[in-house]
C-alpha cells in the first residue's frame, strides 16, 4: 500500500530563517509526489508536485521541494521564512491504478514567529 | 469562476437526521472527490467520481453515499447521521488529465 509521513506534528521557525517540512513516502515504483497548504478556516491549495525530471522542484509563494529517491523522501522548504506562512502543510501521494487518487499525510503545522 | 463551492458552511445535526453536503464546481472538471478530515488524521477519501453518472467508494465510504448527475455537481448525502461523523468535509476537483486537485472551503459538520 502506498502512503506517505510526516515526522513532525510542529515546525517552529523564527521569520527570516529557512524552514524545513518533511515528508516520506512508501510506493512501488516512481512516485507521484505533492505538496498542499491550508491556511486556516480555508480549504487546501496546490503549492507544488514532483512527477519526473529535476529532484528540485519549485512551486507557488517561494517553496521548493526536493525528491530523493534513494531516502524516499519529498521535503518541503523555503530559504526565508515569513509569519504570513504560518499554516497547516499535507504531503500527498497520488495513487497508482485508481483515477489518481491523492492519500494524504496527517499534516504539519507550521508556526513562524516574528 | 467561482471554482469550487460548498454549501452549508456550518452544521449541526442530532443523531439519526440525514442531510446532503452540497458541492460544485464551475470548471467542467471531470474528476471530483469527497475527503473527510480530522484533527491528526490528515485528509481521508470518501467517496469519488471520475464522471457523470460514475462514482467510486474511498477509504471511508462507510455512512455515506454520493451521485453525480451533472458534471458540476457532486452532493454528499447522510443517510443517518452519527457523532463518528463530526468533522470538516471538503469537496475537491480536477481535470482527468490534470495533477493539480482544486479544493472548496470546507464544510464544518457536528452530530450530537
Known amino acids: 500500500a502506498q502512503s506517505v509521513a510526516q515526522p513532525e506534528d510542529q515546525v517552529n521557525v523564527a521569520e527570516g530563517n529557512p524552514l524545513t517540512v518533511k515528508c516520506t513516502y512508501s510506493?512501488?515504483?516512481?512516485?507521484?509526489l505533492f505538496w498542499y497548504v491550508q491556511y486556516p478556516n480555508r480549504g487546501l491549495q496546490f503549492l507544488l508536485k514532483?512527477?519526473?525530471?529535476?529532484?528540485l522542484v519549485k512551486g507557488s509563494y517561494g517553496f521548493e521541494a526536493e525528491f530523493n529517491k534513494s531516502q524516499t523522501s519529498f521535503h518541503l522548504k523555503k530559504p526565508s521564512a515569513l509569519v504570513s506562512d504560518s499554516a497547516l502543510y499535507f504531503c500527498?501521494?497520488?495513487?497508482?491504478?485508481?483515477?489518481?487518487?491523492?492519500?494524504f499525510g496527517k499534516g504539519t503545522k507550521l508556526s513562524v514567529k516574528p | 469562476n467561482a471554482g469550487v463551492t460548498q454549501t452549508p458552511k456550518f452544521q449541526v445535526l442530532k443523531t439519526g437526521q440525514s442531510m446532503t453536503l452540497q458541492c460544485a464546481q464551475d470548471?467542467?472538471?471531470?474528476?471530483m472527490s469527497w475527503y473527510r478530515q480530522d484533527p491528526g488524521m490528515g485528509l481521508r477519501l470518501i467517496h469519488y467520481?471520475?464522471?457523470?453518472?460514475?462514482?467510486d467508494q474511498g477509504e471511508v465510504p462507510n455512512g455515506y453515499n454520493v451521485s453525480r448527475s451533472t458534471t458540476e455537481d457532486f452532493p454528499l448525502r447522510l443517510l443517518s447521521a452519527a457523532p463518528s461523523q463530526t468533522s470538516v468535509y471538503f469537496c475537491?476537483?480536477?481535470?482527468?488529465?490534470?495533477?493539480?486537485?482544486?479544493f472548496g472551503p470546507g464544510t464544518r459538520l457536528t452530530v450530537t
Open positions: 475537491a476537483s480536477r481535470k482527468t488529465a490534470s495533477y493539480e486537485q482544486y
Open positions: 510506493v512501488s515504483g516512481n512516485p507521484y
Open positions: 514532483y512527477i519526473t525530471g529535476d529532484n
Open positions: 500527498a501521494v497520488r495513487e497508482k491504478g485508481s483515477q489518481g487518487n491523492l492519500i
Open positions: 470548471m467542467n472538471h471531470e474528476y
Open positions: 467520481s471520475v464522471g457523470a453518472g460514475i462514482t
